[in-house]
């Protein structure tokens, strides 16, 4: 869907990477640019196989970095200039991570790039945006997590808040990025003007605050952590069964009779949990005549029983449950990407699905792959000049 467009990849770490990587997947043609002899320093984040740290292996870089092409180029080196502007005159799109402060020494702010491709999209990722008193603030996922208002309302309400443990709003960030960029070449291929996307971490988790937000605007009072009791709701939450935990789902109220023929317990039946208001009254003997029926049961059971009466329950899947779930298989969720270094691994290929629309999933580069094949053969610097920008620390 994206083939023919043009995207030079300044990013390193996870939200720029993942933003990138979406473009690839649609056949996008993604240039990566790396620091010569250390490259992304995701490269240094494992898993790696048989736990041995090896930049080429890292699990993490080789998920993010599928179908992009791998240059190393010492951006602080000022020989580096003429080759960046050319790549930059290549470009349709540039996306890059660093902190405002830090692009601007680079001399890649917006207006700078404007000036080299008057057409190019610039999409900026960083914790809190390009503007505004906490621009140049440093941040990890913990932060952006406390600072964006998740952690809050995260827990339950007689503890701490807590942290999810997923990079979510990396990988949030990164989505949000790509669907502005996609945004910005509509508005450039319509008008010929390239435009600065602005994207703040940090404003991600913002914006999914569920309705904390507008209650907070509407009445004053703030959202309060509810464990797994969700929203104040009995029989609602992940609940232990034989094999793990299952995810209990009492709703909506018509449905309710389904739970006492589910479990075969006739006093779910009574007329004091047939509503949300008497289930939440009611929470902990509810519980109690639950929990026996649940702790005799497998979660998959429980789920495929459950969804049969119409009820919307879950089970608390591992990732091995993941790789393999017939569902996401069938779908064609997975594909096996072999790579020179690390072998053959399966990669999730695009979290949506197009008719038509293929996905180009080839293996992530090695550092510094195609440095000929982008500077040589697209660029036209001869081979001596490459040997001599590498013996410069350019390249």
Same mark, same amino acid.
């Given at each position: ?11 390193? #770490? ?33 898993? #790696? ?131 502005? &960029? ?48 969700? #929203? ?133 580069? &090695? ?29």
């Amino acid at each position: 869907m994206l083939e023919g467009l043009k995207v030079l990849d300044l990013t390193h #770490y996870v939200a720029g990477p993942y933003a990138t990587r979406l473009m690839a997947a649609q056949g996008a043609e993604v240039i990566k640019v790396e620091r010569p002899g250390v490259g992304d320093p995701s490269r240094r984040i494992g898993p #790696y196989p048989d736990e041995v740290p090896h930049r080429e292996k890292s699990a993490l870089f080789l998920y993010l970095n599928t179908g992009k092409k791998s240059v190393t180029l010492n951006l602080k080196n000022e020989a580096s200039k003429p080759i960046l502007h050319h790549l930059l005159e290549w470009a349709d799109v540039l996306v890059e991570n660093f902190r405002p402060a830090v692009i601007e020494r680079l001399g890649l702010d917006y207006d700078s790039v404007a000036a080299v491709n008057s057409g190019l999209v610039m999409t900026s990722i960083s914790n809190f945006g390009q503007t505004g008193p906490y621009r140049d603030y440093g941040a990890r996922e913990i932060n952006l997590y406390a600072m964006g208002g998740l952690m809050y309302i995260t827990g339950d309400p007689e503890r701490e808040p807590l942290h999810m443990a997923a990079r979510l709003a990396q990988y949030g960030a990164g989505q949000n990025a790509f669907a502005g &960029t996609m945004g910005a070449l509509m508005h450039r291929d319509i008008s010929g003007a390239g435009q600065h996307v602005d994207v703040a971490i940090s404003e991600y988790l913002a914006t999914i605050l569920e309705n904390a937000l507008s209650q907070y605007s509407y009445t004053g009072s703030n959202f309060r952590r509810t464990g797994n009791r969700g #929203y104040g709701r009995a029989a609602w939450g992940p609940y232990p069964c034989r094999d793990g935990y299952v995810g209990v789902i009492a709703g909506p109220d018509h449905k309710w009779p389904e739970m006492a023929e589910l479990m075969g317990i006739a006093e779910l039946a009574e007329e004091r949990f047939d509503d949300r208001a008497g289930r939440g009254e009611n929470a902990d003997e509810l519980d109690a005549l639950m929990l026996p029926w649940l702790m005799e049961h497998d979660r998959h059971e429980i789920f495929e029983r459950a969804q049969h009466r119409g009820l919307a329950f879950a089970y608390v899947a591992t990732p091995e449950d993941i790789l393999g779930w017939e569902h996401l298989r069938e779908r064609g969720f997975f594909a096996e990407v072999e790579h020179p270094e690390a072998g053959a691994l399966e990669h999730p290929t695009l979290p949506w699905r197009v008719e038509g629309g293929d996905v180009s999933l080839d293996a992530a580069p &090695t550092l510094g792959q195609h440095n000929s094949e982008v500077y040589s053969g697209m660029l036209g610097y001869s081979r001596d000049d490459v040997v001599r920008m590498r013996g410069m620390g350019v390249v």
